[in-house]
């Protein structure tokens, strides 16, 4: 009983990704992370920015945060 709810437990700590989700690439953990850009409307010529959130490890960290 015991042993088969360890590993229950095991298989939902590994199966959900919402927290320690590391990169198969480069093996750090992977953090959402809120970035703004600004959009340029092509009719009216203005901006507006729009909020995205991303996924960054360090693979693309540099890209995307500067
Ligand atoms: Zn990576």
Known sequence: ????Q???MDKIAK???ARGEE???CQSVIRNIKIVRAVRN???GSWR???????????????LLG
């Open 23 to 25: 990169c198969p690439v």
């Open 15 to 17: 199966g959900t990704g």
């Open 1 to 4: 009983m015991g042993k088969k």
């Open 42 to 44: 092509e009719t009216s």
């Open 6 to 8: 360890r590993t229950f």
């Open 49 to 63: 920015f729009v909020e995205t959130v991303e996924k960054v490890c360090k693979c693309n960290e540099k890209e």
